[in-house]
């Protein structure tokens, strides 16, 4: 049998050593484990040392004088006694011994203990130290992860909702930018739909117009024919029933030759109409011959009375002659048979004229149509520089303009009354002067204020001498109205636009005073004839200077003419001014109708038109006047102000232009370009500065 088996198989063998229990921390374990058995500790000692042991305890208890009886003792006694002796010596030695010991191993125990316990309690607080600043770091480091995990989140979720966001914006521009090709899709679709629409629409309107329009042609074509054989017809029976035929001047059957020459040319439209559309010419033109056949008709007429007149004074001479006849003396055969054989103004049987007769009939007939000639003449000649209807306006308009200058000139003569005036021109020209297009509310103020001068109703006028018949009132009326024309020197002519709130103050005080308006007039007329309108003639005898002043140039002290630009924008303005108050509206508490509204733009527009032009002025005066009211014409009269502007533009801007030096100007130039832009657009844009009815509520 192996020897290392046998002693592993021993007690000694089989006991297993511990030499780490320090290092690992277990010494207070096996302390007190140790301390367990501390009173049990049994020692094996060898049989040798026992002797020994016990031989020196014995001498140590028995002494010296029994030593003889041990050696006997020893010698004698048997080995059980001896091992007995042994045995009870060494228990109580070791008892002793052990009694001894054992409080030093229990202090050192407990010592080794207090400092084990030391130990471990250092260590355990460097444990827990350790243990705590690895639990701070942990939690340090934790919270720093936890932290960076956190920001890493953000980060991630930042970037995700960045992202996301760039993906949601890119589609929602995807998107939008799919929704606004597809809106300019269908805008374009829907704008050639509108387009088409509007197209058909328009060509329907058209063609519905072009029908109304050739309906109502007809319609005047039918009246004109109607009238034109209403004149015929009362022609034809005026001279079957005159009495007095051979006194006519035209034969009858002239003058129905003539009617019925043109009324075959209208009833040639009529036919015309049922198979080509009618134009605004071929109504003029039967217009014109419907005219025509009226003046051939007043013309008989005229005719027929003066044959009368001519007949009645024939009958009177031949009685006055047959009473002269009888009542003469006869003197002697030969003045009887003179007078007898005489073959003037005698009358035979019949009743029918004799020679003579008709030889002076046809002589005073020649003389009355000599007159009527010379007046025709004079007419037509007058009618070149003013239309026949406005001369008596004309008139009466500068003879109360004078009139009223007339009545105060000994009031401004006076020297007296030198602070008073100024203090009334002061009070008139300030509200004038101040008025703008800020609001309606201002221009009521200011018109209240004037009407206030007019009724001497100014406390800063110390006298109060206003009544209707009174020298001031006339003076305060004439000044107002002059006042206010003089802007469109001072004010209109470099800005157009402030004609319209002065308009309507002009307009708010005339309706108030209609005594006003006349001088309004007049002063405008003295200023700007071409509003009458009326081209003044060169009179015989008459200079330059003075002719030019006539027509509204300013001459200063040397004679000198002004400059024909500076002559023209002066009248620009005076023509906007006035055509500004036509266009006015009323003030809201005013229930009259307008006192001088649209009908005399049209009255004025129409009087120009029968004007032969001037170089120019004409074309000035009308640009400037159509810019002003063409939009409010057109918006009343309708197709009838289109009539007009289409024989503007076909007939009279050629005749200006004729009589315009090589045929073009600043002012043509701006006519023309004017009544291009009206045809092209087929209406009037209202002018700059306009302000409708309801301004004077602002």
């Not at 002659?321 to 007078?339: G, I």
């Not at 004729?658 to 043509?668: A, E, L, N, R």
Request: charged share 30%.
């Amino acid at each position: 049998m192996d020897v290392g088996l046998a002693l592993q198989n021993t007690s000694k063998g089989q006991i297993k050593y511990d030499k780490f229990w320090v290092q690992e921390g277990r010494t207070k374990e096996v302390l007190d484990e140790i301390s367990k058995f501390s009173t049990r500790v049994s020692l094996a000692i060898s049989p040798k040392i026992l002797d020994r042991i016990a031989v020196e305890v014995e001498n140590e208890l028995n002494g010296n004088e029994s030593n003889g009886e041990k050696k006997d003792a020893v010698t004698s006694s048997p080995k059980a006694s001896k091992l007995k002796g042994v045995s009870k010596i060494t228990d109580a030695y070791f008892y002793e011994q052990q009694s001894e010991m054992e409080l030093p191993i229990l202090e050192y125990e407990v010592e080794r203990l207090q400092f084990m316990q030391d130990i471990f309690n250092s260590k355990k607080q460097e444990f827990d130290n350790h243990s705590c600043e690895l639990q701070q770091m942990t939690n340090q480091e934790y919270i720093m992860l936890k932290r960076k995990n956190e920001l890493d989140a953000k980060l991630r979720t930042s970037d995700l909702e960045r992202i996301e966001k760039a993906i949601l914006e890119e589609a929602r521009q995807k998107e939008m930018h799919q929704r606004e090709q597809y809106e300019s899709h269908a805008k374009k679709l829907s704008a050639k739909v509108q387009e088409a629409e509007m197209k058909q629409k328009k060509a329907e309107e058209e063609l519905r117009k072009k029908e109304q329009e050739q309906a109502e042609l007809k319609v005047q074509l039918i009246n004109c024919q109607k009238e034109a054989q209403n004149s015929v017809t009362k022609s034809a029976e005026k001279l079957l029933s005159c009495d007095y035929q051979h006194f006519l001047r035209i034969p009858p059957k002239d003058r129905m030759d003539q009617m019925n020459k043109v009324l075959l040319s209208i009833n040639n439209y009529v036919e015309k109409s049922e198979t080509k559309d009618l134009t605004i010419e071929d109504i003029l033109n039967v217009n014109l011959q419907v005219k025509e056949v009226y003046e051939i008709f007043q013309d008989i007429m005229n005719d027929i009375e003066s044959a009368k007149s001519k007949a009645l004074r024939n009958n009177e001479k031949v009685k006055n002659f047959s009473f002269k006849e009888s009542s003469t003396p006869v003197k002697s055969n030969d003045t009887v048979t003179a007078v007898l054989s005489s073959p003037v103004k005698t009358l035979d049987s019949a009743g029918h004229k004799t020679k003579g007769v008709e030889n002076e009939m046809k002589v005073m007939a020649d003389t009355n149509v000599v007159i009527k000639s010379k007046d025709d003449k004079e007419k037509e000649l007058l009618s070149q520089f003013i239309a026949p209807d406005a001369i008596e306006d004309h008139l009466k308009i500068m003879e109360n303009l004078n009139h009223v200058e007339g009545i105060f000139q000994p009031f401004k003569a006076d020297p007296r009354n030198k602070k008073y005036r100024f203090e009334l021109q002061k009070a008139i020209n300030v509200p004038i002067n101040s008025l703008s297009s800020n609001s309606g509310s201002q221009i009521k103020a200011k018109i209240n204020r004037l009407l206030n001068i007019l009724s001497g109703k100014i406390p800063e006028l110390k006298r109060s001498d206003m009544s209707n018949d009174s020298v001031a009132y006339s003076f305060c009326l004439y000044l107002m109205a002059k006042q206010f024309v003089e802007q469109g020197d001072t004010q209109i002519s470099a800005q157009h636009s402030t004609a319209f709130p002065i308009a309507m103050a002009i307009v708010g005080v005339w309706c108030k005073k209609p005594d006003f308006g006349s001088l309004i007039l007049g002063h405008f007329y003295s200023r700007c004839p071409y509003l009458v309108p009326f081209y003044p003639p060169k009179q015989e005898g008459q200079s330059e200077s003075e002719y030019y002043s006539i027509l509204g140039y300013h001459i200063d002290d040397e004679g000198n003419v002004e400059e024909k630009y500076k002559f023209l924008n002066r009248i620009s303005g005076y023509v906007r001014l006035y055509a500004a108050i036509i266009v006015s509206p009323l003030p809201p508490d005013v229930k009259s109708p307008h006192p001088h509204g649209l009908a005399w733009g049209w009255k004025w527009l129409s009087r120009m038109l029968n004007l032969e032009p001037r170089p120019d002025i004409t074309a000035t005066v009308l640009y400037d006047f159509l810019d002003v009211t063409g939009h409010s014409l057109q918006k009343v009269y309708g197709n009838q102000f289109k009539k007009i502007i289409h024989i503007l533009i076909k007939d009279f801007f050629q005749k200006i232009k004729q009589v315009t030096p090589g045929g073009t100007g600043g002012p043509v130039e701006r006519l023309e370009t004017f009544l291009q832009q009206t045809a092209k657009k087929g209406y009037i844009s209202p002018p700059n500065g306009f302000l409708d009815p309801n301004f004077w509520n602002r």
